[in-house]
């Protein structure tokens, strides 16, 4: 079965720039989305097709996609951002989701 | 507004049996694909179910083959996944999702309902 893979975590100062990697065979060849997740909260969808973003997104998160790794960006990190991270793609008629980085903001 | 909201969950023993329930609004769901997706206490987000837009086409995670059903009525607009043979490691918060494709992403996705399967 499809596998993505995810740093556990990834610390940033504020104002820094965050980048947080996904990785999977051939994964440039796929559409890849990055959901983010506050405690207690629902997933909120924040880049999808590799490099969209839904509207109310903020400009500061963008995403890439090439080769084997998928990257979320986070350019100027700020507190609120701290959350947990997670992308997603689509193999042989399964979702998949990768396991999810927490980005903390100290 | 759009909106999804979850319920049905609650207390279960191993070998039982729930059915959860996702009310639909502020849209045409007749027209989405569906998903239900799950996340274990402190755990990640996993992917259980989906289903098409006139209930047609249907496909499951593997670990929940057999045991789970996904279904909806476009008449209720409401979505839902019948889960037989619960075993602890179904305990999980389950959210149901829309699907702006066919297979991701996720644009709106409810508060979920908790599931324990615990004796």
């Known amino acids: 079965s499809y596998e993505l893979t995810q740093p556990p975590s990834v610390s940033v100062s504020p104002g820094q720039t965050a980048r947080i990697t996904c990785s999977g065979d051939k994964l440039g060849d796929k559409y890849v989305c990055w959901y983010q997740q506050k405690p207690g909260q629902s997933p909120l969808l924040v880049i999808y097709?590799?490099?969209k973003r839904p509207s109310g997104i903020p400009e500061r998160f963008s995403g890439s996609n090439s080769g084997n790794t998928a990257t979320l960006t986070i350019s100027g990190t700020q507190a609120m951002d701290e959350a947990d991270y997670y992308c997603q793609a689509w193999d042989s008629s399964t979702v998949v989701f990768g396991g999810g980085t927490k980005l903390t903001v100290l | 507004e759009v909106q999804v909201v979850e319920s049905g969950g609650g207390l279960v023993q191993p070998g039982g049996s729930l059915r959860l329930s996702c009310a639909a609004s502020g849209f045409t769901f007749s027209t989405y694909w569906m998903h239900w997706v799950r996340q274990a206490p402190g755990k990640g987000l996993v992917w259980v179910s989906r289903i098409n837009s006139d209930g047609s086409i249907t496909s499951y995670a593997d670990f929940v083959k057999g045991r789970f059903t996904i279904s909806r009525d476009n008449a209720k607009n409401t979505l839902y996944l019948q889960m037989n043979s619960l075993t602890a490691e179904d305990t999980a918060v389950y959210y149901c999702a829309r699907d702006i494709a066919v297979a991701g992403p996720f644009d709106y996705w409810g508060q979920g309902t908790p599931v324990t399967v615990s004796s």
């Open positions: 097709q590799n490099i």
